[in-house]
C-alpha cells in the first residue's frame, strides 16, 4: 500500500509547514494549538469513552500505519520498530500517524462520530485559548470575535485541517506584521 508512506509524509509536511508559521519573523503571528494530550482528553469526554481507550486505538492505527509501509518495503524492519517504539512512548507521534478510519474502527463508532468528536472538543479547547489571551491582553476584543468566527467555520475531524492565527504581543499595532518603517 504505497499511499501508507504517502500519507505518513503529507502528515509529516503539513506540521513542518505549520511549524514555519509559527517561526516566522519578527514574531509574527503565533498559532493557536492545543496539546495532543489536551485535545485526547477533551475529545475522549465527547465520544464518551475512556481517555485509555482512545489512546489504545490512537497507537494502534499508528501501529497498523507503520505496518503497511513495512509490508509495501517503504520502510525497513529496524525503521518499523523505532517508529512503533515512538508511536508506543510518545502520543503527539503516535496522533501523527494514526488514521481516523482505524481509530474510529478499534473504539467501534464511525469516522464521522469520531470527527465529530475531535472537531467539538478542538473547538472548545481553541476558544478557551482565545479567551484566555483576552483576558492576558495580547490580542483585542475585535481579533477574539475575528478569531472565534475562524474556530467556528473550522471543519477540521480528526486531524487539524486550518488553526486561528493569534498575534504575538509585538505584533499589535503594526501592519501586515512589520512595523511601519
Not at 485509555?52 to 513495512?70: F, K
Amino acid at each position: 500500500m504505497r499511499k501508507s508512506i504517502g500519507a505518513i509524509a503529507a502528515v509529516l509536511t503539513a506540521f513542518l509547514a505549520l511549524g514555519a508559521v509559527t517561526a516566522s519573523a519578527h514574531g509574527g503571528p503565533k498559532v493557536a494549538r492545543v496539546s495532543t494530550s489536551s485535545l485526547v482528553t477533551a475529545a475522549a469526554s465527547q465520544l464518551n469513552v475512556t481517555r485509555s481507550s482512545l489512546v489504545a486505538a490512537i497507537q494502534s492505527s499508528a501501529s497498523a500505519t507503520i505496518d503497511d509501509a513495512l509490508a509495501d518495503e517503504d520502510i525497513t524492519d529496524a525503521q518499523a520498530d523505532d517508529l512503533k517504539s515512538e508511536a508506543t512512548d510518545n502520543l503527539d507521534e503516535a496522533y501523527r500517524l494514526s488514521r481516523a478510519s482505524t481509530v474510529a474502527s478499534k473504539l467501534g463508532i464511525t469516522s464521522t462520530a469520531l470527527n465529530t468528536g475531535f472537531r467539538t472538543a478542538r473547538k472548545a479547547l481553541l476558544n478557551a485559548k482565545i479567551d484566555a489571551a483576552l483576558a492576558a491582553g495580547t490580542i483585542t476584543a475585535d481579533e477574539t470575535a475575528a478569531l472565534k468566527q475562524q474556530v467556528s467555520e473550522s471543519t477540521s475531524g480528526y486531524k487539524a485541517g486550518g488553526l486561528a492565527v493569534l498575534p504575538s504581543t509585538d505584533d499589535r499595532g503594526r501592519k501586515n506584521g512589520h512595523a511601519g518603517k
